[in-house]
């Protein structure tokens, strides 16, 4: 499978914890496809908004059990990527501000 920079993040996770990391230690956290490995990570990042990474932390989140009614089901997992820049470096989006 050919994941391209622009595939291999989904979203920049907006949360109680994710934006505690953020303010506290520089530390961003985005939902990235399930394929994707650090370097794959790490490259689209440093592609994408032109900035140099440190870290990246990576964790599979299980789907959780629910139910509709009597048919119960399991929601679809994700991966999450906990990405840390180098000191001078910070990405700038509206949502941030």
């Given amino acids: 499978m050919d994941l391209t920079i622009y595939d291999v993040i989904k979203r920049i996770y907006i949360g109680g914890k994710s934006d505690d990391l953020r303010d506290k230690f520089g530390k961003i956290t985005f939902e990235v496809h399930r394929a994707a490995n650090k370097p794959m990570i790490r490259e689209a990042i440093e592609k994408i908004w032109s900035v140099k990474v440190r870290d990246v932390r990576v964790m599979n989140l299980k789907g959780k059990?629910?139910?509709?009614?009597?048919?119960?089901?399991?929601?679809?997992?994700?991966?999450?990527?906990?990405?840390?820049?180098?000191?001078?470096?910070?990405?700038?989006?509206?949502?941030?501000?």
């Fill in 65 to 97: 059990s629910k139910s509709f009614g009597r048919r119960p089901f399991q929601t679809s997992g994700k991966k999450k990527a906990i990405v840390t820049l180098k000191p001078g470096f910070k990405i700038d989006l509206p949502q941030f501000e």
